[in-house]
């Protein structure tokens, strides 16, 4: 459903990722994996084309999305939850939802308010609350819901469970699995590989902007090597 290849991004001369290249299947959730400054939020503002790449493709439902306004992509079905969250502090979370509303797309689950009310129980709650009433777990949890709302057919995940109660944490990765199960396809970029083995079918690991693994969870757990060079502290 989505293919990186061979992607160069810089932040003015910092070259950022350098020839990156993988694949996320349609169906699957796919986890980013990564150091702190691997690259891995740069993957997806790249892919989101707030990072415009310097070369390679990205190529979205058979269309290379690269020079598209992020706007453009958006409309596509690819739905963006960043790691800052950027809930609108002073509104409701009912009125965040309706900020995120799009018309409902082929091939893609069509979701409601409600709808998202039962998905997260913590945010129907507080429907009436404002944004900055809400503690870190719950601006996750609505930013992911005001998402959602704009019915995506893909969802990139920046760092959902960091800085996030545990408890908050295991109810990310139910609500990773209710997605998946609905169809959605899911980039997750994560520090946490508990968390991501969690949730995860397949794992992309990078290293300063390149991609050094590409596999199943089975198989990084029968190479302890990767993990301990690419991911150990």
């Keep these: 459903m989505l293919e990186v290849a061979g992607v160069n991004s810089y932040y003015g001369k910092a070259h950022v990722l350098r ?63 960043p790691e800052d969250r950027r809930v609108f502090t002073d509104l409701t979370v009912s009125e965040n939802l309706l900020v995120g509303r799009q018309p409902p797309r082929d091939g893609a689950p069509t979701w409601t308010e409600e709808m998202l009310f039962e998905l997260f129980p913590n945010l129907a709650e507080r429907r009436t609350n404002r944004g900055k009433a809400l503690s870190g777990g719950e601006q996750q949890m609505l930013t992911i819901a005001r998402t959602l709302m704009g019915n995506p057919s893909f969802i990139l995940l920046d760092e959902p469970s960091e800085g996030v109660a545990p408890v908050i944490v295991e109810q990310m990765a139910q609500v990773i699995a209710q997605l998946k199960s609905e169809g959605l396809t899911v980039l997750l970029s994560e520090q946490n590989l508990h968390f991501a083995q969690a949730v995860a079918d397949l794992v992309v690991i990078i290293e300063s902007g390149v991609q050094v693994y590409h596999g199943t969870l089975d198989d990084l757990t029968a190479h302890p090597e990767i993990r301990d060079t690419y991911l150990a502290a």
Excluded: C, W
Excluded at 34 to 54: D, F, H, W, Y
């Design 19 to 81: 020839d990156l290249s993988f694949e996320a299947p349609r169906g699957h959730v796919v986890a980013l994996l990564g150091r702190n400054g691997a690259g891995k939020s740069t993957t997806m503002k790249s892919i989101m084309q707030l990072v415009r790449p310097a070369s390679g493709r990205i190529v979205f439902q058979g269309v290379d999305i690269v020079g598209f306004p992020a706007h453009r992509v958006a409309k596509m079905g690819l739905g963006y939850v």
